[in-house]
């Protein structure tokens, strides 16, 4: 509809009887009363505190939102619409299980759940592509050491932040291995998987959904979405780029994860959208004793001197994103080597929490959940750090980050004020006598 058309619709209502309205024109788009209302009832049934006044914040926030969909747009961002339903799944989920059933969810937002959804798939897509937006602009933001040393001296000591108590921790882990005729045992069934298939005696989201150990994807019968070849490791990339046919199943692919078998859904130039079904051998107890008995051997070549710990993870650790790092461990929340406590793996927190730096534990198994299934392990105390405040030399990421962030809000605030001298604004006088955060929407 056009802004003419939502204005005449909007007059026609009757002057006296309003059932919506336009508030805001923010270029070409409009911002209606009725938004503002749903968004106002979302955020407080969330539970989000807003600090102000609703009327005022609200369709303000929804006018940022235009100007980076309108440049999000202009530079041909898009988002994968298979997390975007994954995403709306999960929240629908969550508000029928708070209000109790989608009946009463349809009542309280009085909209059919198909309309909830929809209107949910377009927030939470605009959502994401609003992130990726922001995340492009402010992609080059990356101060040198020497601006993050003159940004820490700048701070009071007061306004750092406190930092819980940290370790660093090597790891050298390998898989036990699996008897053969556990590796035949997998391979036959998802060779009578792909029979089934073949024949069309069965469907392949269907078998993924009652068989794939990838509990994700198997929700939505072993689809991944549309990912590109770097996302997908090496052998599963292969075989999956290989296939031309949706209606044929790929060879058995072999993969750190486990078994897989792989059929076309989709390509789109460099992108493509597969289902899969993975299977995971099972480990007996005699297999991981005895990985258990080989780990307490190089440990003790360790704690005798016959080996260095560094050269130990070289030879022997099978964890690759720490064998060519001494085996230290890369916390992904962070990107450093510094982990809380809770950060770490139950397992290996366990154990660290009471070691000394330089110590090396006992064999012990764990659950490795990037793949989601037991190692067996010793590690190693690098570092242990104490509760203290903030500084150069223990917390240097933490420095940087704030620093990223504080120049990436710069950069953004920049950009809105740039983009509303730039762009048409239009606000019903009864909307406009709001104390923004960005007072440049009523231009002179």
């Known amino acids: 509809m056009t802004i003419c058309a939502l204005i005449t619709s909007a007059y026609m209502t009757a002057q006296n009887n309003i059932i919506d309205e336009v508030i805001w024109i923010v270029g070409d788009e409009a911002i209606l009363r009725s938004e503002v209302e749903e968004e106002r009832l979302r955020a407080e049934y969330e539970g989000q505190e807003l600090k102000g006044d609703p009327y005022c914040i609200i369709p303000e926030q929804m006018a940022i939102q235009k100007l980076f969909l309108h440049q999000a747009e202009l530079d041909s961002i898009t988002v994968n619409e298979s997390t975007v339903s994954h995403q709306v799944d999960m929240r629908l989920n969550y508000y029928i299980s708070q209000i109790g059933s989608k009946e009463k969810m349809e009542e309280y937002f009085r909209k059919t759940s198909s309309e909830i959804r929809e209107e949910m798939m377009t927030a939470v897509r605009n959502q994401m592509i609003i992130q990726q937006m922001q995340s492009k602009l402010t992609e080059n933001i990356k101060p040198t050491p020497a601006e993050i040393r003159r940004y820490y001296k700048t701070l009071p000591e007061d306004s750092l932040p406190m930092m819980p108590a940290q370790v660093e921790v090597q790891i050298i882990s390998f898989e036990p291995l699996v008897p053969a005729e556990e590796t035949e045992r997998i391979k036959a069934r998802l060779r009578e998987f792909t029979e089934r298939v073949t024949s069309g005696s069965a469907q392949f989201s269907m078998l993924a959904r009652m068989y794939s150990e990838d509990t994700e994807s198997a929700k939505r019968g072993g689809e991944l979405g549309f990912v590109g070849r770097g996302q997908l490791v090496d052998e599963f990339a292969e075989a999956a780029f290989a296939l031309n046919d949706p209606k044929k199943v790929s060879r058995i692919v072999h993969t750190e994860y486990g078994y897989h078998i792989i059929q076309l ?26 990985s258990l008995q080989r780990l307490d051997s190089i440990k003790q070549l360790i704690d005798t001197g016959a080996l260095d710990f560094n050269r130990a993870v070289m030879l022997y650790s099978q964890d690759k994103n720490t064998a060519m790092n001494a085996g230290v461990m890369i916390n992904p929340n962070t990107g450093s080597s510094a982990f809380e406590y809770k950060d770490l793996a139950p397992e290996i927190a366990k154990l660290v929490y009471t070691m000394h730096e330089g110590e090396i534990s006992e064999p012990f198994t764990m659950m490795d959940e990037t793949k989601n299934r037991e190692v067996c392990a010793i590690v190693r105390v690098k570092k242990k750090t104490d509760v203290h405040r903030a500084n150069l030399e223990d917390d240097f990421q933490t420095i940087r980050s704030m620093l990223e962030q504080k120049l990436s809000a710069e950069f953004i605030q920049q950009w809105i004020e740039k983009k509303q001298r730039s762009t048409f604004v239009q606000i019903d006088p009864k909307w406009s006598g709001c104390d923004f955060q960005y007072p440049g929407w009523i231009h002179d």
């Open 265 to 290: 859904i989709e390509k789109k130039g460099d992108r493509i959208n597969c289902r899969h079904i993975l299977l995971r051998p099972r480990i007996s107890d005699e297999d991981k004793s005895r």
